[in-house]
């Protein structure tokens, strides 16, 4: 079974990025690697669903589907699938 997760490139105003340092456990896929804010899609979430609460969780910021560009989906060797995006913030 695949895992599904959703990632969001987050650039502002003066065309920086935001990145999350994983959690350097030997559990979680790429642990203390620098990532996209995201994470996993539960079930019966849609992706932009789950991004809205990935967000929240991890930097606390409420966020507005309609900011979010589909840049579009990729797989890693792990047969992880992500849908990834882009919001300008």
Do not use: C
Request: glycine content about 6%; hydrophobic content about 40%; cysteine-free.
């Amino acid at each position: 079974m695949k895992n599904k997760a959703v990632g969001v490139i987050l650039i502002n105003e003066e065309n920086k990025l935001l990145f999350n340092l994983r959690d350097n456990k030997p559990t979680i896929v790429y642990p203390d690697f620098w990532s996209f804010i995201g994470g996993g899609i539960e079930i019966n979430e849609t992706p932009k669903e789950a991004l809205k609460r990935e967000i929240k969780e991890e930097i606390g910021l409420d966020f507005q589907e309609d900011n979010l560009e589909f840049l579009g989906e990729i797989e890693d060797e792990f047969n992880n699938h992500a849908y990834v995006y882009l919001a300008k913030i």
